[in-house]
């Protein structure tokens, strides 16, 4: 692959850790390391960190599929056209779906020399998001006609951009660097205890609630082992009422809120974890934190039973629950604590099974996309 300049673009702000950022950032810094100069054309972001960033506008922030999430208002046509003329990009890579206000004035004033790639993401958690998504391909049908190849994160991703956008992709299933998470180091105080670990935003969707219920139910029963911690690690809309269920209900010995974790941090604490438990329950296009975990934990990554999350670890539905079942989560959970073997059989899967997802690989596919995409363009 010859060297080439690439603009990432994102409606959505690069201040936040969530999946999408993680899958530009991880990629953009992959190509960076083979010589390629990239660019992250993004709505309104603080970060300063990252070379090459561009903050085109303001963000208004929103609630869309359960999560919560910032879109740009209008961005200025000349200040996105100066800025194409001055850098030239041989690839612009866009996430979708897309807003029209920023990603898609982006589109409409590449260069006719420019390969535009889009990545398909969401899955959805609701009729509304269903709806909303129909409106918005008809919002942006001439963008998205612009688009020289168009990949998708997952069979759930791909499925859910046919019947909105009618538009057919191949899957290039997420990546992410996982080094960081092979080579980590559980903190001391969670070596010699049995640890169960949920990392993640502490909003309806990611499930914590279900994790407390199927908890409680544990701890009455005298199920748990003596050793047992819980680990809460994020920050969410829900903190306080969580950490309100669990004293109501005599768990605050067992329960530790750990607060917002730092990327540095959170390899460390998924290296502390016999069980990492991930109970969302919808709205999940992959899955990198289940990667995340396979890469880190001692034990086993047990997930909630939804489309995006059963694409990633389908092979072995043992590790898949239903988060609402508070019977079925809890049997789930003793299992796996009172099994060293099935944790053991589990984990010598997921770790032998998370190194395809890992970033060279991956990465390697997206540049055959992206080489047929310029082919396309400039022949």
Known sequence: MDRYKI???LD????????????MLTVGQWFVKQGHEVHYLVGETLRTDVPNIHSLGRNVKVRFNHNRMSIPLPVSR?????????????????????????????????????????TFHIAPHSRVVYWGTLILRQITRGAVMRLDEIISVSKVAQDFAWKTYAIETSIVPNTLDLHAFYNAKPFNEYRQTKNIVFLGRLVERKGCGYLLRAIK??????????DCRVIICGGGPLEAELKAYAAQHGLNKLVRFVGFVSEADKPRYLACADLAVYPSTGGESFGIVLLEGMAASRGVVLAGNNPGYASVIGERPVALFDPTDEEQFAGKLQH??????ARQKALLWQQQFVRSFDVPSVADEISVVYEQALHKRRT
């Not at 969530?18 to 899958?23: A, S, T």
């Not at 796996?336 to 073997?341: I, V």
């Open 7 to 9: 603009a990432f673009v």
């Open 12 to 23: 959505d702000s690069l201040d936040t850790p969530d999946g999408v950022q993680q899958y």
């Open 78 to 118: 000349r200040r996105i056209k100066r800025l194409l003329t001055e850098q030239e990009f041989d690839i612009i890579h866009v996430q979708m779906p897309f807003s029209p206000m920023l990603a898609g004035r982006i589109i409409k004033a590449a260069s006719p020399q420019t390969a535009v790639v889009g």
């Open 217 to 226: 139910r544990l701890h009455d029963a005298r199920a748990l082992p003596d």
């Open 336 to 341: 796996f604590l009172e099994d060293p073997a």
